[in-house]
């Protein structure tokens, strides 16, 4: 790998993070293609850098009482990195059956991104030093355990005391155990990432929320439209034909609630995971960035999802065609 730089050597270590960034597009490209991702894409991970710029921005006022001009330069370039980067390895657990959703196992993917964007990066530091740049521009020590923990305060897990503390959530919430730990962090950037992707509805409110959701549910059902196609190709359904039909909607209907409940769960969550930031900082989280994280929301999405066991088929995959974005 030699590095590209146009005619000239990188000037600043932002030009430095962009050649990374080049890098890191073109490895999310490659596992799209590889694993039939429709989430995990360059549009989710644009996403995230965008929501965490949101972020940022919002309470860089505060963070410059505590940081130097060129350390906030510094940490922007990092959390722009982190976000794009933060799922570039996706690694999923072997299905035992075709017809049986695929899942990540707990921290897998995670951990390979972090290790396979920190080996690229150690790569170009040495690559880097034999054109004479001034060691300041190249990746630190500090900068490389940054992206690591930023990287790391995305995983997600399901919290085995749901419904056991004082604020209640269901049996399978998710969160992200970064925000929730008490001991000091690296920097700022891990809580932002972390914020920024679970962050769609509150960012960006209801309809990308959903679209999302689907998005999600069509990546690890691979078999999804295989299944829609051959249901509505038939006149008469078979007694094998109505068990597909009944598994599929039991798996549509199953994210539909997971859909409701996570968006209860995001609102409810919201207090606890910008605790570690200061008050100042908390307010503008609070009435500037989720904004759509409030009640009338929650009640807006439970009548438009469809959760009930009466719910018809059709109507399930009706839903799911006509929220895609």
Known sequence: MKPTFCNQKPSSFAKIVELVENYVRGEIEQEIKDK????????????????ANIIFNAIKPILSTEYRVEELQRLESLINLCA??????????????????????MGVSETATANKLLRYIRNLNQKLLSYNLDAALLFS??????????IRA????????AGKASYTFSTNSIYQPYLYEVRPKISIAGSIIALADLGTLGIDGINKYIADGIQIFQENNLDYEFLLSN??????????????????????????????????ERHARLELEISGFSSPAQAILRQQI?????????????????TQDNTSLEELISFFRCHKI
């Not at 995305?154 to 005391?161: S, V």
């Not at 008469?236 to 539909?256: E, P």
């Not at 989720?290 to 469809?306: D, G, R, V, W």
């Open 84 to 105: 794009l980067a933060h799922d570039m390895v996706q690694l999923f657990d072997d299905s035992p059956h075709p017809h049986q959703p695929r899942k990540h196992l």
């Open 36 to 51: 039939q991702l429709c989430y995990h894409n360059l549009d989710h991970a644009l996403a995230v850098k965008r929501r």
């Open 141 to 150: 020590d500090r900068d490389q355990q940054i992206i690591q923990d930023a």
């Open 231 to 264: 249901y509505y190709l038939r006149d008469q359904l078979s007694a094998a034909d109505i068990t597909v039909a009944n598994n599929l909607k039991a798996r549509l209907l199953a994210m539909t609630r997971l859909m409701v409940s996570f968006a209860q």
């Open 154 to 161: 995305t995983i997600c897990h399901q919290d085995p005391q």
């Open 290 to 306: 989720f904004i759509y994280l409030n009640q009338e929301t929650i009640e807006e999405i439970k009548t438009i999802i469809p």
